[in-house]
């Protein structure tokens, strides 16, 4: 369950790498994001049901916590 209010998007909505960040590991390159996505430097992701989603072309906005 998310704390945040407005609670983050979940991870099958379009947006839902606007979700809060949790945890963010630069030097290893992914993010943890509130959802229970996982988000790559490159752009690609996983999701919590395993799916693996592919790098996009161009690359999108990541809120990181702060």
């Not at 960040?21 to 229970?36: E, I, K, P």
Request: proline share 11%.
């Amino acid at each position: 369950m998310c704390p945040h209010e407005p609670p983050c998007p979940s991870a099958t909505s379009s947006d839902h790498t606007a979700a809060h960040t949790l945890v963010a590991h630069a030097d290893q390159g992914w993010s943890l994001l509130c959802n229970g996505v996982i988000v790559f430097d490159d752009f690609g992701e996983l999701l919590p049901d395993g799916r693996a989603v592919a790098p996009l072309a161009t690359p999108r906005t990541i809120a990181l916590a702060a």
